[in-house]
């Protein structure tokens, strides 16, 4: 327990110098989000030697979207009613924990959260679940919101000092996004923090799930998270105005749920762009300042840089093709084209429902001041259906073209420095970068990529068998540097041969 909260510590503190170590401890392996590792041991010059460690098969159906845990040589993952224990060196299990049956929504699972001894699991049918972390036995299980309604929980919990801090889904609803925190000794709700007003409020939205996880500065205590869409969905009669907060980045207190400030990347969004990416937390300089900044890639297209301490925008610039919007008000707020929102006829909009980017962690390499983001160039149909009313999805669309390509975005100027192709439609993978100098991804047709950093050269890569779905990772353990990737139900985990 004593290394466990040392770890964390250790985590707040240098959550801007070098990232994760040893372990990956968190979602994102650290606070910041920025997915960047201080190991070297891996290198452009060796990683070509790169070769399968040992690999983990779940034996399930549903595909692993999860980012794991890796504590004290420990590995965490899970899938939908699903947590396994393994051992971080040689992938034998330790113990598998199986939630009982139920009739939530079972679309995939982002993994778990951890304080002192104890693991944190959200599950289909909305509830919060405690486990032991050295048996996987149940401390205390708690609902998080009504499954019958049409809420589920998908997210990895992330946990700010005593605070487990949860966000639920269910935009095929018109129900009320939240975000909560719960006491981690007994599972009571400590705060709530409401992104739409209160049911049964005139002309407002509902919607602004929070299914993803956030990112903590430990300096200016913040939170951040992003915000889902609002509903209805593609369809916005009943709900004039901005639709505050939904598709926003907002900063809260993690002691209280107080909002400090938020930031809208779509107002009045009509097409299924969340805001809920990744929000990446970065010490550096911008237009020759200091700055304590916030990046995030958004699924509608637009990439923003912002001051975190004041949520000023600092930077708001598409970064790949965008024809919904007139341009960016003096907020930095991109302002919608009412011309481009669904019609009965349909409307061709860029990007597509699933966006220029969504769930897919990006990376931030410090040396090279590069963001890394899998991106979708895309385009789509838009329609709105008067016969579906205004509930719920309320409308369709359809694909016309798209591509998946990693972008290298220079965050000065919001310009891609280079593009990598990862092939047709989309890929699942997220990334990852190392001090070494090596980025790490996957492509549209299953295969692990090595990439070098500042130029997008590939310098290795393995087939997988599957599509991935989740990012990669890195630790050492005795002395020697994994990489973990998922495909379908297997667990990889990749290392230079041993001397």
């Known amino acids: 327990m004593k290394l466990w909260l040392t770890m964390i510590f250790l985590a707040v503190s240098t959550v801007f110098a070098g990232g994760p170590g040893d372990g990956w401890p968190t979602y994102h392996g650290d606070y910041s989000g920025r997915r960047h590792s201080a190991l ?53 299990q330790i113990w598998h924990y199986t939630y009982p049956p139920n009739k939530g929504l079972h679309i995939g699972h982002r993994g778990l959260g951890m304080y002192k001894d104890w693991l944190f699991f959200l599950t289909p049918d909305a509830h919060l679940v405690s486990l032991n972390a050295n048996d996987g036995k149940v401390r205390w299980t708690v609902e998080v919101a009504d499954a019958t309604k049409g809420y589920w929980t998908t997210m990895a919990p992330l946990i700010v000092e005593n605070h487990v801090i949860i966000g639920v889904s269910g935009d095929f609803d018109n129900l009320r996004g939240f975000l909560r925190s719960v006491d981690p000794e007994t599972g009571k709700t400590q705060w709530e923090w409401d992104s739409t007003p209160p049911a049964g409020t005139p002309n407002a939205t509902t919607g602004g799930m929070t299914w993803m996880t956030g990112t903590y500065d430990s300096s200016l205590d913040l939170i951040y998270w992003g915000t889902g869409n609002p509903t209805p969905v593609l ?21 209280t749920g107080k909002l400090a400030w938020a930031f809208q990347a779509s107002p009045h969004d009509t097409h299924d762009w969340d805001a809920a990416e990744v929000p990446v937390l970065v010490d550096g300089n911008f237009d020759g300042a200091p700055r304590k900044m916030l990046m995030q890639a958004s699924r509608n297209g637009y990439f ?13 610039a598409p970064f790949g093709p965008v024809n919904w919007s007139l341009g960016v008000d003096a907020k930095g707020q ?9 019609a009965p006829d349909g409307r061709l909009i860029a990007p597509d429902e699933g966006g220029l ?10 040396k090279t001041g590069l963001f ?12 709105a259906k008067p016969a579906d009313g205004t509930y719920g999805w309320a409308g369709a669309d359809y694909g016309v073209w798209g591509k998946a390509v990693l972008e290298a975005i220079d965050y000065q100027t919001g310009k891609p420095r280079w593009t ?28 692990f990529l090595a990439l070098e950093t500042a130029s997008g050269k590939t310098l290795w890569h393995a087939g997988t068998g599957s599509r991935m779905e989740t990012s990669p990772e890195t630790y050492e353990l005795d002395g020697r540097q994994y990489v973990l990737t998922s495909s379908g139900g297997v667990v990889f985990a990749w290392a230079l041969p041993e001397r």
């Open 372 to 383: 890394l983001v899998s991106s979708h160039p895309s385009w789509s149909v838009y329609f």
């Open 420 to 447: 990598h192709e990862l092939g047709p439609n989309g890929s699942g993978a997220g990334v990852l970068t190392t001090d070494s100098g090596l980025a790490f991804t996957g492509d549209a047709h299953g295969n």
């Open 235 to 255: 369809t916005a009669t009943t709900r004039p105005g901005d639709d505050l907060y939904t598709c926003s980045i907002v900063a809260l207190r993690p002691e």
């Open 357 to 366: 980017t969504n769930y897919r962690s990006p990376s931030f390499d410090p």
């Open 304 to 316: 923003f840089v912002l001051d975190r301490a004041t949520g000023k925008s600092l930077l708001s």
């Open 40 to 92: 070297t041991q891996i290198t452009p010059a060796n990683v070509g030697g790169l070769t399968l460690a040992w690999a983990f098969q779940t034996s399930q159906t549903a595909a692993i979207k999860s980012s794991s845990l890796v504590v004290d040589g420990v590995m965490y993952f899970t899938v939908p009613d699903n947590v396994w224990a393994v051992d971080a060196r040689s992938g034998q």
């Open 334 to 342: 991109p302002v919608p084209n009412p011309k481009k929102e669904p």
